[in-house]
């Protein structure tokens, strides 16, 4: 399984960017997906998840509002709407896939991870 994450760049604060992520592979079962965001020295932080069927979501509180989070079961594509950005958001970010049907908070949770693509926000 793989995962791209596609779609980072730069933009300006109180923007709006919206980052995917295609999945790849032998794809078995359901699965849910997950993004997170890092920056150097800190812990990766999870932002987001929703479960194999979109039903089921669930949103950090630092995003809660702002990003929002969907899925394309048919093309095997997640995608990370993100607006009102603000400069805390720069980072990269990450999504990740887990074996399970239920959305998943934990990165321990997550199986799969893609290479991640890098968020800018600017002043």
């Known amino acids: 399984v793989q995962l791209q994450a596609s779609g980072g760049g730069l933009v300006q604060a109180g923007g709006s960017l919206r980052v995917f992520c295609a999945v790849s592979?032998?794809?078995?079962?359901?699965?849910?997906i997950g993004w997170f965001r890092q920056t150097p020295g800190k812990e990766r932080e999870f932002l987001t998840s929703?479960?194999?069927?979109?039903?089921?979501?669930s949103y950090a509180d630092s995003v809660k509002g702002r990003f929002t989070i969907s899925r394309d079961n048919a093309k095997n594509t997640v995608s990370l709407q993100m607006n009102g950005l603000k400069l805390d958001d720069s980072a990269v970010y990450y999504c990740?896939?887990?074996?399970?049907?239920?959305?998943?908070?934990?990165?321990?949770?997550?199986?799969?991870w893609g290479q991640g693509t890098l968020v800018t926000v600017s002043s």
């Open positions: 929703i479960n194999w069927n979109g039903g089921r979501t």
């Open positions: 592979g032998r794809i078995l079962s359901s699965y849910s």
């Open positions: 990740a896939l887990s074996r399970s049907i239920g959305y998943r908070t934990l990165a321990a949770e997550y199986d799969y």
